[in-house]
């Protein structure tokens, strides 16, 4: 028998075993109904401290990460676990490609990073082969990480400017920038016109700032587009 022909009798390998961590249920389930048998989703949370305690009760191969949530989002997952569950690989699945996000995550010890606009097909497979010990990027983002720690590998990713916002903000900011209507931004982040409308005039506040056209500039300026 050569090496490459399976072990007869032996159990073939069962499907990963996925946890997913988004603070938007319908998110959630939409990632679960598009990665169907695929995988086997073992779990989900909506926050930190539920992710912390359910991915240490499940053992999931791969989780699934947020970046921003309300309670710190999915750099407080990694730090909380990295040290306890080092077997564990972590993808970021997120709405936002801004420089600051990826680096902060890929720093905290996440194996990849891909934006929210996958397909289906790619996501199983980025999920194989994070499990496999591989990193993963959507294309643009490769090359925020590849800058990040050939020029910098040192330096923090820090904005006192930006550092004045909120997750939620940014989303919004970076959303607007790129030239999404209130009722896109809405629907893109699950919230309502209302509350996108209380964040705008929250950054245009804190940045001292009279419409979107100068915040535009101003993402622009900082590669948050």
């Keep these: ?14 499907p990963l075993r996925v946890f997913l961590v988004d603070d938007h249920a319908m998110f959630r389930a939409g990632v679960r109904a598009e990665l169907g048998t695929r995988v086997e989703v ?3 949370a909506s926050s930190v ?23 710190g989002g999915g750099r407080a997952v990694l730090e909380a676990m990295r040290r306890t569950h080092p077997q564990v690989k972590f993808l970021a699945l997120s709405v936002s490609d801004a420089a600051e996000d990826v680096i ?7 194996r990849g990073y891909v934006t929210k606009t996958i397909s289906p097909e790619e996501l199983t497979d980025a999920i194989r082969r994070v499990a496999d010990g591989d990193a993963v990027f959507s294309p643009r983002l490769a090359g925020f990480v590849l800058d990040a720690f ?31 209507a209130y ?27 009279s419409n979107r ?5 101003w993402a622009a300026d900082r590669r948050l587009v």
Excluded at 104 to 110: D, E, F, S, T, V
């Design 213 to 217: 056209y100068e915040l535009s500039r």
């Design 42 to 44: 073992v779990g989900e």
């Design 104 to 110: 902060g995550l890929i720093r905290a010890g996440a």
């Design 1 to 14: 028998m050569s090496e490459q022909e399976p072990v007869e009798g032996a159990a073939p390998r069962g």
């Design 49 to 71: 401290a539920e992710a912390v305690t359910r991915i240490a009760a499940t053992g999931p191969d791969v989780v699934l990460l947020d970046v921003h949530m309300p309670d």
């Design 183 to 209: 009722k896109e931004i809405a629907k893109e982040l699950f919230i309502s016109i209302k509350t996108v409308e209380t964040h705008v005039s929250n950054v245009l506040r804190k940045l001292q700032m």
């Design 150 to 180: 050939a020029s910098r590998p040192d330096a923090p990713v820090a904005d006192p400017e930006l550092d004045q916002l909120t997750n939620r903000e940014r989303e919004v900011l970076r959303l607007l920038a790129r030239g999404y």
